[in-house]
């Protein structure tokens, strides 16, 4: 299949699930009911189109972008298959600084705290890469620090919260990861981090393909493996810190989806990106209308789905290696 075609079908895959974050919800609405929802400020349809399905859906693409780029950009940094924000920690720092800022310095407002996930996406990264034996580690055990890290992160979250009944009332949604708490300003506090990181990623995406070869062949390219790992490393704290800040951590999107498009873009990182930018969003907003649905009047949020979805995943591509 031409490349371009394969591109037009994964922007339609993500503009059908971008309709059916809009039309389903606990009150069903057909396509002409969303289109005077956003058209017609009086239609019967707006205030739930607009002031909450509108916000929601942006919110979600944005946040899919930002963790589907994530995770590709860090499965072609370290050459390591298993690499997500949510396996290696970086999601778990975001959230446990955000929920100290939260019970211990009454910080209550996203863009007070977006900063405080900045730094502990960023701490968390060192400490989990020192804790794995640094540039030398291998994918299985960078896996395990990730693992070990976050346990210890989450339980520290979970006592704060058990201490802290008010943080606790604020933060339950928040911390299963969901995209319900969406307001129409949401989505615009954490645009600019988003969009900054999206834009060192796609800059970094023909270095890393000569980083691919290997130091020295990556130099021979003229192409500079530390300032590659540095930029690459800012960019997934930008990423990650303002997808968590926003809705809370949610797992194993970043390492589904390049494995689900590597198939259609070989090892171009260029392409990975491309198409995880795309289908990420797709998977998150077809997640959250799956929660919708299963539980309705209710929902389930977003990062339920998601876990219980990406732990099978999970445990498929370990099951493949060990039998390659």
């Not at 390219?221 to 800012?234: D, E, K, N, T």
């Amino acid at each position: 299949m031409h490349p371009f075609a394969r591109l037009a079908g994964a922007v339609g895959v993500l503009v059908v699930v971008l309709a059916a974050s809009l039309a389903i919800g606990a009150r069903a609405l057909s396509p002409a009911e969303v289109w005077h929802g956003l058209t017609d400020a009086g239609s019967a349809g707006a205030t739930v189109v607009r002031d909450l399905r509108l916000p929601r859906t942006v919110l979600g693409l944005l946040v899919g972008l930002a963790l589907g780029l994530a995770g590709a950009l860090m499965q072609a940094l370290t050459r390591n298959p298993l690499a997500d924000p949510g396996l290696l920690g970086v999601n778990a720092g975001a959230s446990a600084a955000v929920v100290s800022a939260i019970a211990f310095l009454g910080v209550t407002d996203l863009s007070g705290y977006v900063w405080f996930a900045f730094g502990g996406a960023a701490l968390v990264s060192v400490l989990v890469h020192a804790v794995a034996g640094g540039r030398g580690s291998s994918p299985g055990s960078l896996a395990l620090s990730g693992t070990a890290v976050s346990a210890a992160l989450y339980a520290y979250v979970a006592a704060v919260q058990l201490l802290d009944t008010a943080s606790l009332d604020r933060m339950r949604f928040w911390t299963a990861g969901s995209l319900a708490a969406a307001r129409p300003g949401t989505a615009a506090l954490i645009a600019p981090f988003v969009l900054a990181g999206a834009v060192v990623a796609a800059l970094l995406a023909r270095p890393l393909n000569a980083l691919a070869l290997g130091d020295d062949p990556a130099r021979a390219l003229g192409a500079h493996p530390g300032r590659i790992r540095v930029l690459a490393a800012v960019s997934i704290v930008l990423l990650c810190g303002a997808a968590t800040a926003a809705c809370g951590p949610i797992v194993f999107l970043g390492l589904m989806v390049p494995h689900l498009v590597r198939p259609f873009t070989g090892a171009d990182v260029r392409l990975l990106l491309l198409f995880s930018a795309i289908l990420a969003p797709a998977l998150l907003l077809a997640s959250d209308v799956l929660g919708r649905v299963v539980a309705r009047p209710g929902e389930l949020q977003v990062g339920v789905v998601t876990a219980v979805v990406g732990g099978g995943f999970f445990l498929a591509i370990v099951r493949r290696r060990r039998t390659t």
